[in-house]
């Protein structure tokens, strides 16, 4: 069932720390049924901001809005949220403290328990149920950690690492339950440092560097508007494509290479002089390589 979600709007948040300024004027949109990736290196201020979207923390300046309204108190219990610092209770059995926090979020006992069951379950957790959470693995522990935010089916998700120390097949299974909350409308947001997974995953993403967001938007129109490349195969040695006004060869090694347009304007026709000369060089393969997530991600965080 498709359920009519809004947007959260993150308007020109800011938060300060004496003289220190943790999260600088960001501004993005987190979009109902798609996954937002948020990038960032460490310290760049993605906790402080998810902190702020779920009102655990006050912001210096800036506001969160939510379908167009300022977010309260009700939309953010009604909020998936996966600390970074987790948060559930080690000495406690999984199921039981589940049920807890099923209720604390408006669900009966019964509805909890058998949600909690079925989502343990379909993470490999069947069989632990009872058990107390410190006793199981960190990932398993992470496992618990992320029924635990989507227990009680929410408006939105907002993941603070959600995959790290998770091995591949707990990805792929955490994955496939994320992506059946997005396709209920449901707007979600995590953050990484795992490159790959974001361009595996994401259909937008927000590029934070030292508090500031650097890119923002759908990733393949981050990738379209990043430099234009260009892949040239051969079977003669294509060093001649450094004389070619216009380019520039980012890698060459014998008969291939990768350049690229100095000016996007002059796109058209710097591609057609190489075809064409290219043509006298021995040229197998030309084409437009669009950069990787990484590529957009290390040119947006570069200073
Ligand atoms: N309570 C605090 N007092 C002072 N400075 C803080 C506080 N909380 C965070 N900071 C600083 O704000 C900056 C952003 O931290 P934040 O934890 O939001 O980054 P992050 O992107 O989540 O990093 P990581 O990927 O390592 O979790 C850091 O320089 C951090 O030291």
Redesign the pocket.
Known sequence: MLVEQGSIEVCNLTKT?GS?T?VSNASFTVEPGAMTGFL?A???????TMRMMMGLLEPTSGEVLYGGRPLNLADRVSFGYMP?ERGLYPKQPILNQLIYLGQLRGMTATTAKSRASDLLAELGLGDRLKDKLESLSLGNQQRVQIVASILHRPQALILDEPFSGLDPRAVDTMVDMLHSLMREGVPVLFSS?QLDLVDRLCDRVVILHRGEVKATGGAEELRESGPVRFRYRSEQDAAWLREVPGTEVVDLAGPNALLEISDRTQTAAVRQQILTRGLEHGMTEFFRELPTLGDIYRGATQQ
């Open positions: 720390y220190k943790a960032g460490n310290g760049a201020g993605k906790t402080t970074e440092h």
